[in-house]
């Protein structure tokens, strides 16, 4: 199996603030990245913005500014919300900069060469808003788009096509074959269910405005930005400029996207299909989650309603936002983000469980020896029982996250925490204390307790890396 792994989140578009959308993959994509590197694979870890695009275009426009001056005000946000949720990226990836136009170009020019692009004329509708072409029979509400709700444009304007049908049976073939490279399942039926009804070749060129890759072989046209934003997974591993890591990290690692499930078709599809034009490997998994309600409503500017990262990291700490998203839902279902539930999920798997574990067991190892550690006794069946609950646990940690089943994991990590305080609360250690002849069982039960601390310290760290990090400085 290799050892090389390579994960990403979406680019952001920086019209807005990180919310607790981004945050949610970013976070995802974290905790894989630390628990991968905890067994020793050679990480990267990729996320950045998506800054191109007629809509970023419009805005900058209508706040007076260069596209250039208003994507450059917004990216460092990201940047420090990333800083204060403690992710760790091996590198941020911005599409303006000049690697990421040098790679756009030589895939654009490999598929050309391929003789898979082809000019035409688009006319239809488009959302600026998702920055996808909208089909006729997808239109709702007379001319809105299907995702978002917005008004659709009418464009008609002189194209490139990329031959995306030419790779219908390819796609559809690879897919079938590889069970794990869409995730969930359900989600991989769509996707196969929607390539059956037919590809259409996709217009990868825009002439309407100029905040885009300017087109080699076809001036005047700038790249489409879901084409351009796609190729970014390949630019950040040396697609264009090292070769050595692009082997590494591309080649010979298992790349995995995550991404929500409003982006999966162009993720499963279009960037799929770019990447067999272009003669290069497809990615491993491509794994999409669910979206986030607050309170039970569509989260939206106008109802003012957003869950905004930095008030809640305020309000209850990095490590508790970060556990309460990885635990609240399972990866790929929707889920609703709500003041009770994430109170109820702090007072009591974090301060009652864990908290209480690791205090009760500091305590006593101070009160009763000290803080200095004893040799250990005999071995009883409440012991090797613990033993063998955290040997289970393991193979769950290590089954559900590699489906990225993260809430599953950390149910696992749960259960043993709270067999570990009935474990106290069975060998009653505050009995022992007061019986000469139990010492030596008293230093067996206490070094069992310390070490599933070690243990739990160990198994938390990628989900709340500044809690597991305190509980080894009190260790
Ligand atoms: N720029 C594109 C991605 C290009 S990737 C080559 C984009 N950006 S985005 O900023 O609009 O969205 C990024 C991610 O945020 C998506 O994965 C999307 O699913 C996620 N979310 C946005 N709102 C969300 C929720 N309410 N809940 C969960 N995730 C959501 O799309």
Not at 370 to 388: A, P, Q
Request: hydrophobic share 35%; net charge negative.
């Amino acid at each position: 199996m290799s050892k090389n792994f390579y994960v990403t989140t979406p680019i952001y578009y920086v019209n807005g603030d990180p919310h607790v959308g981004s945050a949610y993959t970013t976070i995802a994509a974290d905790v894989i990245a630390r628990y991968k590197k905890s067994k020793g694979f050679n990480v990267f870890f990729l996320t950045g913005t998506d800054e191109h695009g007629q809509k970023v275009e419009e805005t900058a426009r209508g706040r007076g500014l260069t596209p250039q001056e208003w994507v450059d005000s917004m990216a460092p946000k990201f940047v420090d919300m990333w800083e204060r949720l403690n992710i760790n990226y091996t590198d941020f990836i911005r599409t303006t900069e000049l690697r990421h136009k040098e790679a756009v170009k030589k895939i654009l020019k490999t598929v050309y060469d391929k003789g898979d692009i082809y000019k035409g004329e688009y006319e239809g509708k488009y959302c600026v808003s998702c920055e996808t072409f909208v089909p006729e029979n997808q239109i709702i509400n007379n001319n809105c788009c299907p995702d978002c709700g917005k008004e659709l444009r009418t464009v008609k304007e002189e194209s490139y096509f990329f031959k995306m049908s030419k790779y219908q049976e390819l796609l559809l073939e690879h897919i079938e074959k590889n069970p794990d490279f869409i995730l969930p399942i359900s989600r991989r039926n769509e996707v196969i269910s929607f390539i059956k009804q037919g590809l259409q070749d996709l217009s990868i060129s825009r002439t309407t405005f100029e905040w885009g890759i300017p087109i080699e072989f076809a001036p005047g046209h700038i790249t489409y930005v879901w084409f351009d934003a796609l190729t970014n997974y390949l630019t950040a591993v040396g697609y264009e400029n090292n070769s050595e890591l692009f082997d590494t990290m591309w080649n010979n690692g298992e790349v995995v996207h995550l991404l929500g499930k409003d982006i999966l078709r162009f993720h499963a599809i279009i960037w799929p299909c770019m990447l067999l034009s272009a003669g290069i490997k497809l990615p491993d998994k491509i794994v999409s989650h669910g979206w986030w309600t607050s309170e039970g409503e569509k989260m939206s500017k106008s109802k003012g309603n957003v869950v905004s990262p930095v008030e809640e990291i305020e309000k209850y700490g990095v490590d508790a936002f970060r556990y309460c998203l990885m635990r609240e839902v399972n990866f790929g279902n929707d889920g609703d983000y709500s003041t009770n539930s994430i109170i109820n999920r702090i007072n009591s798997d974090l301060a009652n469980d864990l908290g209480n574990l690791l205090n009760r067991t500091l305590g006593m190892y101070h009160k009763y020896f000290d803080g200095v550690i004893r040799e250990s006794g005999k071995v009883e069946e409440i012991d090797l029982n613990v033993i063998s609950l955290y040997d289970e646990t393991i193979k769950i940690i290590e089954e559900h996250t590699g489906k990225f089943e993260f809430s599953k994991a950390l149910e696992a990590i749960w259960r043993f925490i709270s067999r570990m305080n009935k474990y106290v609360d069975e060998t009653t250690p505050w009995l022992l204390i007061k019986d000469e002849t139990k010492k030596q069982r008293l230093a067996t039960v206490m070094n069992f307790l310390i070490d599933s601390l070690v243990k739990i310290a160990v198994l938390t760290m990628p989900y709340m890396p500044e809690a597991s990090q305190n509980i080894w400085n009190q260790l």
